[in-house]
């Protein structure tokens, strides 16, 4: 008997995520490898989240509450927007999944970045819908060339700020251009995963457009900054009637009550969030010096990664790198096959780093 599938999900490419570190490790019978390719905090969970969770464990026999009345009101306090704006879920990556669920139907065009995060193109696929991919220019997300594919098809349009995977921001202006030209009716989505970590005071948010005359959603995660992404846990701000709607399509408990108990612990853990600040930012400048001197050349970015430009195979270094146990991720599901992409580790983490590199590109056995 032959299941009937879809064709667009027939032709689904599976996602790759980051190699866990359990995994490498029993692959290859070796031990304290690093990870270095998912874009985790790499300090660890904020301290007062592991503290906040440990004492809800004995509640875990109760559902959770399915309106996260105190994560949502604490979320509204710290953004300045009202609580019926918010829409938690499992990851900021379920809001993408509501959103194309809530809002599209098959043949509905959605306009995309490429190279940019593949779960749009794969979220909107699967719905039947069709994903209108427009390349970066100079690897910024090119606003002017994503207006030019508006078309009476468009229901929905995404721009990651900064963009992942190469770092970069869309200046204020270029978005206010553009927002003048996206109808009232199309979605705007934002992915903010990584706002928490740009330098560049410039850089513009959809926020500031929640309650103007287009239809702006911003998404944010806990995943990155706040160090949960073992938690399952991000948001999106948008105009109430559209969170009404997501609302009711949403599973009741969609966000379990640790990750509401931990994300409001971490939201108000003030000295993790500063630290892992410092952290990042002197973390990324100590790389790009040492990429500098190793003569290669790589993509300065405003989130807690960026790109390496290896000038050969990028895969045949992350296997050499994975070897020597260090992952991170080869930039060839993205359309830069020469490139790896590295998050900031610990400061002996990235030493290990620049050596393990070193070692992968010099083609020498390592002795572990
Ligand atoms: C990591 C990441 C996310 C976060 O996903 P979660 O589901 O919240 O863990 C969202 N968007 C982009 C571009 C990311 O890189």
Redesign the pocket.
């Known amino acids: 008997m032959k299941v009937k599938v879809p064709e667009y999900i027939a032709g689904l490419e599976p996602y790759v995520p980051g190699k866990p570190i359990e995994e490498l490790e029993r692959e290859y019978g070796i031990s304290g490898s690093i990870k270095l390719a998912s ?1 985790e905090n790499p300090i660890g969970p904020s301290p007062k989240a592991v503290e906040a969770i440990m004492g809800a464990l004995k509640n875990l026999h109760r559902y959770p509450d399915g309106n996260s009345f105190r994560l949502v009101q604490g979320l509204a306090e710290k953004l300045k927007v009202s609580s019926n704006q918010i829409v938690l879920g499992n ?4 809001i993408i999944e509501l959103l194309v669920r809530t809002f599209l139907q098959k043949d509905d065009a959605v306009i995309m970045p490429a190279a ?2 593949l ?1 749009y193109e794969i979220m909107v696929q699967a719905s039947g819908a069709k994903p209108v991919k427009v390349p970066l220019k100079d690897r910024v997300v090119d606003l002017e060339g994503m207006a030019e594919r508006i078309s009476a098809d468009t229901r929905m349009i995404f721009v ?1 700020n900064p963009n ?1 995977p190469t770092g970069t921001i869309v200046s204020k202006s270029a978005l206010e251009d553009f927002l003048e030209r996206v109808p009232r009716e199309v979605i705007l989505v934002m ?1 903010e ?2 706002i928490e970590f740009v330098r560049d005071k410039a850089c513009p948010t959809g926020l500031g457009y929640l309650d103007g005359n287009k239809t702006v959603v911003t ?1 944010r ?4 900054a706040y160090g949960l ?1 073992g938690l ?3 948001y999106g701000v948008m105009r109430k009637e559209l969170a009404g709607l997501i609302h009711r399509v949403r599973q009741p408990f969609n966000t379990n009550s640790l990750a509401q108990i931990g994300a409001l612990a971490a939201l108000n853990d003030d000295a993790f969030f500063t630290e892992t600040l410092g952290l990042v930012h002197e973390g990324l400048d100590f790389l790009y010096e040492q990429i500098d001197i190793m003569g290669l050349r790589y993509f300065p970015s405003q989130t807690n990664f960026f790109l390496i430009d290896v000038q050969q195979d990028a895969n045949e270094v992350f296997e050499k790198m994975l070897g020597m146990g260090v992952i991170v991720r080869p930039m060839a599901a993205y359309g830069y096959p020469a490139c790896i992409r590295v998050n900031v580790g610990l400061p002996e983490e990235n030493r290990r780093f620049i050596e393990t590199l070193k070692e992968a590109l010099s083609g020498t056995k390592n002795q572990v």
Do not use: H
Request: aromatic content about 14%; glycine content about 10%.
């Open positions: 874009n990851g900021s990556n379920e940019s995060f779960m990651n992942n992915d995963a990584y998404l995660t806990f995943s990155k992404a399952r846990i991000g």
